[in-house]
């Protein structure tokens, strides 16, 4: 079983910042890709950005530029610095881990871009 944490979410004006973490912990064997995904009031959850084992990071078009996802191995977290945020960044966070048998996801963050 594999618990993700996310925490860091809010309230920020466009053009402001906010930085996400999230936290694994459980039967965690080795290191595994991370992703973090978001949703918007009635629309699907859509991958954001996603970084490998190895550190090979991938971004959606929209976010390039802007959002940088890492990871510190050692301590089973990954994180998503935001900037320049926009109102249409305004959504629910979530956090996934991709393990070999499931993926499993965090209770997700809300993010409200608005000013």
């Known amino acids: 079983q594999v618990q993700l944490v996310e925490s860091g979410g809010g309230l920020v004006q466009p053009g402001g910042s906010l930085r996400l973490s999230c936290a694994a912990s459980?039967?965690?064997?080795?290191?595994?890709?991370m992703a973090w995904y978001r949703q918007a009031p009635g629309k699907q959850r859509d991958l954001v950005a996603r970084?490998?084992?190895?550190?090979?990071?991938y971004y959606i078009d929209s976010v390039k530029g802007r959002f940088t996802i890492s990871r510190d191995n050692a301590k089973n977290t990954v994180t998503l610095q935001m900037n320049s945020l926009k109102p249409e960044d305004t959504a629910v966070y979530y956090c996934?881990?991709?393990?070999?048998?499931?993926?499993?996801w965090g209770q997700g963050t809300q993010v409200t871009v608005s000013s």
């Open positions: 970084i490998s084992s190895g550190g090979s990071r």
């Open positions: 459980g039967s965690i064997v080795s290191i595994r890709p």
């Open positions: 996934k881990i991709e393990m070999t048998s499931q993926n499993y």
